[in-house]
């Protein structure tokens, strides 16, 4: 019987390497984005929609049962960043930061509690080793990662006696689209990205496979006892 996995934010970075990962490993796969794209593997489907809207949890988590059967895990990673001081952050910035990084988790968690309790499945949060550690210029973004990480500490705890585990990847900085873009507004683009991957304690930037890697290990059975977790995936930083 093959496993169905929900994974949202699927279309480039994180997302598009976790779901690619589960799919190999030979799970069932049900995409999430705002656009198509980016993965149609045998035994896959795509969902189109805005995570930050209630509704597009729900038709996915629908969609996983409808197709496949089941869910046994679901993988929020959907995310944007705003490298913003307080002062500076708009209103419009600050409920984006936030529908995206903790509503839409919230909205996951309740679509999917029901049919991951029936698997005993499990829900990863993709967040950020930033919300284990404070960064200067970018306090919202912070904020909603280290929300992330709390919220995936407590439901670990409130799911618990339903047999359903759930922790929090905390990547550092990986080589996706997203740290592109930030290198490439910087005045000097390469100088920027030789600066990011030095700051690393093992000397480059995490590549998003790896973090895949992680995030099909907390969701297999040789995780079935790691629950409550916020599992830092950064080259050494936050040992710092």
Known sequence: MRRVVLVTGATSGIGLACAQAF???GWHVVTVARRAGGLSPAGTIAVSGDVADPLTSTRAVNAAIDHFGRLDAAVGNAGVTLAKDIDH???HELQHLI???VKALVYLAQAAHAALAETRGSL???ASNKGLVGQRGSPVYVATKGAAVQLARALALDWAPEGVRVNALCPGLVDTPMLHSFADAQ???????RRLATE?????LARAEECAEAVLFLASPAASFISGVALPLDGGFTAQ
């Not at 005045?187 to 990205?193: I, N, Y």
């Not at 690393?200 to 480059?204: N, S």
């Open 23 to 25: 799919a190999r490993a």
């Open 89 to 91: 952050t708009s209103e």
């Open 99 to 101: 529908g995206v990084n």
């Open 124 to 126: 990863t949060v993709v």
């Open 187 to 193: 005045p000097d683009p390469a100088e920027a990205r």
């Open 200 to 204: 690393q304690p093992l000397g480059r």
